[in-house]
Every structure is written in structure tokens, then in C-alpha cells.
């Protein structure tokens, strides 16, 4: 029997519930082997990157442009990062794209970084035939520095995306965040150690005979054949990363009303991008202020490394100068070599990363992992104050004892690299839920604590070296000091969450 009215006051009742009490479909949980598929994206665009760390600082001053001016060229890479991924990271959030919200930025930034490597291996030839001569070669530099830029800009674009791809399929599970991002910085680990290893192989003219021309020599054309190479890389693990994620688009995921609803709260389809981004700092707590000084600190103390590891390899520990003699080109070489070893053993960390923050807590991992990267850099400069002392320079190659010292800190240096490519983005990650942001602009607020220490390094570094008399030495003192600030910081002020002992199923 049907009591009049009794739909009506249903309905009412239904419509007075809490929201939280109203059930939606629960999705299944994306296994792990598909977030491997979906980091596998990384190792693409980290080959790239190795090469870009590993030969083109000394190619740039090969083309002429001074050691303390070098550091300048890199600016772009921070400046585009400052804008670039918080930009895209906002836009890909409120995409409603057919094909999802994050992989039409990823296609788009893996096609950027082909025609920016195209750009940048062909640039000695592009400079001869606007009439660049042997001794002066300013459109091959201007052809560079336009490729340069614009790879890291295409990097910027790609990352960001990357990260917020994998953070959506992981749906707020602290755990599953940090496996994802370990598998991200795994598949970094495999493509640093494929784009090292390329880099450190000076036969690649041989196999792409057709590299070397006039304008260039075989340096260059070793340099034009790893970027070739680079270009096949990045099109095979994109491929194999957005056809495993399976994304739906916007307006038609079960979960896209509340993620639309969580938007409207905080912006404004007419509100300026940039005034939004800023406008979050205010409402970040405590624990995300002290992530983000931590993760500022951090590459403060990496960036002078990662931008002339290969050329302190070729200056400091080979004697040589750029375009005087073999020593130096050797010494760049096994510089790649050596990053190489650090890639391995950014990739044995990578894995044995999740059991480490189980154990001890993120917090006091990333600090530890930082102490030891200062000690390293200390040892550099240790190297460097021997090597000054012997008389080889310029004459005769290093002894073996010296280079594999140096080789020894930088496979050791990748025990806290894997964990700066990790654990910072899962902190963050977990952290910054409650302000409702979506995952891309999130990424961003945590870019803006990386680029803009690598603007002052980028800026500083250069001057700094030479008003104490040229080489790297002054800022390795200066990344030894930060490295060592970060970490005992990220030890003393990053408590462990109760999420941090929360258990992963498959």
C-alpha cells in the first residue's frame, strides 16, 4: 500500500542528506603494472635530458661562448618552468579534451622536444649555411641557444603532466603516490643510464656517417647522432605510456561533478592564471612551507652539479680546456661515463625507496639522502684541491686513482638523486589535498620552489666561479653548504604522517 505523499517526503529526505552520505561508484584501483606502463614515459624524456646534461655544456663553449658566460644558457630551462609547467598544469587540470586531460600535453610536449633536438644537433650545420665561418661561428650559437630554449620548455611542458597523470590514477593514496613516483624515477634512472652511456660512446659518427659535414666535426656529429637516437626513445615509451593509462575525459569520468565542484570553489574561468597560482601560497600550511624551502635548498645544492658535472670531470680532474687538446673531450666523456654509474644507482634506489619511507619516514630519508649529497660535493672539492697539486695538468691523462674517486662520488651521488626525483612530489602530492587544487597545478607549486633557486644559480654561478679565479670549484662550496642546510632541516621539521605506514595492495 502506498502512503500518499510518502515519494515526496523521500525525495526530501534524500535531498537533506549529507553529501558525503550519498554513495558514488567505487572504481577499481589501477594496478601497478599499468602505472609502470604509464612512468615508462620517463625514461624517454630523461634520455634526452642526460644527453642535454652530459654534452651540451662543454659542446656550447666548443661553439665558443665562455665558461663563466655558459651558465646563462641554462636560464631558460628555470624561467620556462617558472611559467611553462605551473601554465600547463592549469590548463590540463580543466581540459575536457576527447582523449583525456594530461596525455594531449604529453604528445604535444614529446613532439616539442623531437623538433628541439633536431634543432640543436643540426645547429652547427644551420650556422655554416647562413655563413658561419671557422673561427666564428655566432648563428650556430644563436641556432643552439633557440633549440636549447626551446627543449626546455618542451621538458617543462612534459613533465608536469607526467607527474599529474600518474597522481590521478593513484586517487589520493599516499602509498600508491610514492610506488608511482618511484616508478617514475626508476624509468628517469633507466633513461639517465641509456642517454649517459650514449653520450660517453664516441663511435656514433661511424654508424651515422652521414652526421658528420663541414661544419661538423666529430664531436658534433657524435652529439647529432645521440639526439637521432634520442628522437626514436622518446616516440616508443610515449607511445607505450598514453595508450596504458586509459584516460577519460573530463565530462565524462564518474568522478568528474565533484572534481568540477572541488574547481569552482577555487578559481574562475576568467580569473588570471598567474594571480591564482600566487594566490595559493596564503592558504598552504606549515608542513608544505617547510616541503617547499627543503626542496628549494635541495636544488640549490644540485643545480651547480647537474650544469658543469661533465665539464669538472674535463677541466678539474682531466686538466683540459674545451677545443685544446684531447683532455678534455676524455674527460667529458668519462664524466658520461660516470653519470652513468649514478643512473644505476639512482635506479637500485628508486626500488628499495618504498621500504626506506616505510621504515624511517620520508621526511628523514630525503634529509639523510641530502647530508650524504653534500658530503660528495665536499669530496669534489677535496679532488679538486689534489688534483691542482700534481703536475700532469695539460701534459698526460689523470692517474686511475684520481678517476675512479671521481667516478666513485658520482654513482653515490644517485642514491640522494632518486630520492629527489621522488619523494618531494609524493609530499607534496598527499599534502595539498585539502586545498582542492587539482594534481597539475599542485606540480607547479612545487616547480616554482625548483626554478627559482636554478634562476640564482643560473644567474650566480658563472661571476661566482670566476671572481674566485675560474673553475666549478666555488659553487660546488656553495651546493655543499645548501645540501647540507636541506637536510638536516628536512630531519628536524618534516614529521612522519600516519600515511606514511599505510600498506599498498595491488
Excluded at 515519494?7 to 577499481?28: C, F, K, M, N, S
Excluded at 602505472?35 to 666548443?62: D, H, K, M, N
Amino acid at each position: 500500500m502506498t502512503v500518499p505523499g510518502g515519494h515526496r517526503r523521500q525525495q526530501q529526505q534524500q535531498r537533506g542528506r549529507p553529501r558525503a552520505l550519498i554513495t558514488e561508484p567505487v572504481r577499481p584501483k589501477v594496478p601497478l603494472r599499468r602505472l609502470l606502463r604509464v612512468a615508462s614515459v620517463a625514461c624517454g624524456i630523461q634520455f634526452g635530458w642526460a644527453l642535454q646534461l652530459s654534452l651540451l655544456t662543454p659542446y656550447v663553449q666548443e661553439l665558443g661562448i665562455p665558461h663563466a658566460w655558459s651558465s646563462i644558457i641554462w636560464l631558460c630551462g628555470p624561467l620556462s618552468g617558472l611559467l611553462v609547467q605551473p601554465l600547463v598544469g592549469h590548463l590540463s587540470d580543466r581540459s575536457n579534451n576527447r582523449f583525456g586531460r594530461r596525455r594531449p600535453f604529453i604528445v604535444a610536449g614529446a613532439t616539442s622536444i623531437t623538433i628541439a633536438v633536431l634543432i640543436i644537433g643540426f645547429s652547427a650545420d644551420i650556422g655554416g649555411l647562413l655563413g658561419d665561418g671557422a673561427d666564428r661561428r655566432p648563428r650556430a650559437v644563436g641556432t643552439f641557444v633557440v633549440g636549447f630554449w626551446l627543449l626546455d620548455v618542451a621538458n617543462n611542458m612534459t613533465q608536469g603532466p607526467c607527474r599529474a597523470l600518474l597522481a590521478d590514477l593513484t586517487e589520493k593514496d599516499p602509498r600508491r603516490t610514492r610506488v608511482a613516483n618511484a616508478y617514475f624515477s626508476l624509468f628517469m634512472a633507466v633513461g639517465n643510464v641509456l642517454g649517459f652511456a650514449t653520450g660517453a660512446y664516441s663511435g656514433w659518427f661511424r654508424i651515422f656517417w652521414f652526421t658528420i659535414t663541414s661544419s661538423c666535426s666529430v664531436n658534433c656529429a657524435n652529439l647529432k647522432s645521440a639526439f637521432l637516437i634520442d628522437i626514436i626513445f622518446i616516440a616508443i615509451t610515449t607511445y607505450i605510456s598514453i595508450t596504458a593509462a586509459q584516460e577519460l575525459p573530463l565530462n565524462s569520468s564518474s568522478r568528474s561533478s565533484h572534481i568540477s565542484e572541488e574547481m569552482a570553489e577555487i578559481t574562475n574561468a576568467e580569473e588570471a592564471f598567474l594571480w591564482e597560482l600566487f594566490g595559493t601560497f596564503r592558504y598552504l600550511s606549515w608542513s608544505i612551507w617547510i616541503i617547499l624551502f627543503v626542496t628549494a635548498l635541495t636544488w640549490i645544492g644540485w643545480f651547480p652539479f647537474l650544469l658543469f658535472d661533465t665539464d669538472w670531470m674535463g677541466r678539474e680532474i682531466y686538466g683540459g680546456k674545451p677545443n685544446e687538446g684531447q683532455n678534455y673531450s676524455t674527460g667529458v666523456r668519462m664524466g658520461a661515463f660516470g653519470l652513468m654509474l649514478n643512473s644505476v644507482i639512482l635506479g637500485i634506489t628508486s626500488v628499495l625507496m618504498e621500504k626506506l619511507c616505510w621504515k624511517w619516514g620520508a621526511g628523514f630519508v630525503w634529509g639523510l639522502s641530502n647530508i650524504l649529497m653534500s658530503l660528495c660535493f665536499l669530496s669534489m672539492l677535496i679532488l679538486s684541491g689534489v688534483v691542482k697539486n700534481m703536475d700532469f695538468l695539460g701534459h698526460d691523462l689523470p692517474p686511475s686513482g684520481v678517476v675512479i674517486a671521481a667516478l666513485i662520488v658520482f654513482a653515490v651521488l644517485g642514491i640522494p638523486l632518486a630520492i629527489t626525483y621522488s619523494v618531494p612530489y609524493a609530499l607534496i602530492s598527499t599534502r595539498i589535498e585539502s586545498l582542492g587544487l587539482g594534481q597539475g597545478l599542485s606540480m607547479g607549486v612545487l616547480n616554482l620552489a625548483i626554478v627559482i633557486p636554478q634562476v640564482i644559480v643560473s644567474l650566480g654561478s658563472g661571476p661566482w666561479d670566476q671572481l674566485f679565479g675560474g673553475g666549478n670549484s666555488p659553487s660546488l662550496a656553495v651546493a655543499a653548504v645548501a645540501a647540507f642546510a636541506s637536510g638536516l632541516v628536512a630531519i628536524l621539521a618534516i614529521r612522519r604522517s600516519s600515511a606514511d605506514k599505510s600498506r599498498v595492495h595491488t
